[in-house]
């Protein structure tokens, strides 16, 4: 611009920011972890053992949200499943609201044995390894603590994080939860809605995944 002294230092500086954009632009990524793809599907529990997935539907601003699942046995077949209108809440808070639900259908079935997926990897890290102290200061400790203490109902109950494609029974379940004008409602027979995803789980169907 006319009258504005050259600023030799500021030229400087903006060429080296653009040199190592440019560098960064086009050089290879360093230590990129190569990914294919795996097959994943729902696989069933072990004889003996009942199977509970349990997932969330979280939808718009501010947040309707909503949680499902199902149990099935070491055939896939269905035992019980719910549906769960929970209100505004958040992700989290769904995610859990589901784990309570199906831990307390379990529970009320006289389940003993019992293996939980769930593919919210943050759920599962709280339930395995926050310390007290850190739970008592969480937002959601009373869930949290619930769903521990109901785990403990079991004569032997784990929860495993599984990846979406091993899930998607429960995600139907949760998203059939917007639609509920009741606040929760279980299915002692497999809904029409979830039969297709039902027998694909029981073929054993399977989906690829970048891993």
Request: charged fraction near 20%.
């Amino acid at each position: 611009m006319e009258g504005t002294p050259f600023q030799a230092q500021d030229v400087l500086n903006k060429a080296k920011a653009f040199a190592v954009e440019f560098f960064f632009s086009i050089s290879p990524v360093r230590n990129q972890v190569t990914k294919s793809n795996t097959l994943i599907g729902w696989l069933p529990p072990p004889s003996g053992f009942m199977k509970l997935n349990t997932d969330r539907s979280v939808l718009g601003n501010p947040e309707k949200a909503s949680a499902g699942g199902l149990l099935r046995d070491s055939n896939g077949k269905w035992i019980h499943g719910f549906a769960h209108n929970l209100g505004i809440t958040n992700s989290l808070a769904a995610e859990l609201w589901g784990l309570r639900d199906g831990l307390l259908l379990a529970r009320n079935l006289n389940i003993t044995k019992l293996i939980i997926e769930i593919d919210a990897k943050s759920v599962v890290d709280l339930l395995h390894n926050a310390h007290t102290n850190q739970i008592s200061s969480h937002p959601y400790s009373a869930l949290i603590n619930d769903c521990r203490c109901l785990m403990l109902d079991f004569e032997t109950a784990t929860i495993h994080h599984a990846h979406r494609e091993s899930n998607y029974c429960a995600d139907i379940l949760a998203k059939e939860g917007h639609r509920l004008l009741d606040h929760i409602v279980y299915f002692v027979f497999p809904p029409h809605f979830v039969k297709s995803q039902l027998m694909a789980d029981i073929w054993g169907v399977s989906y690829p995944r970048l891993l």
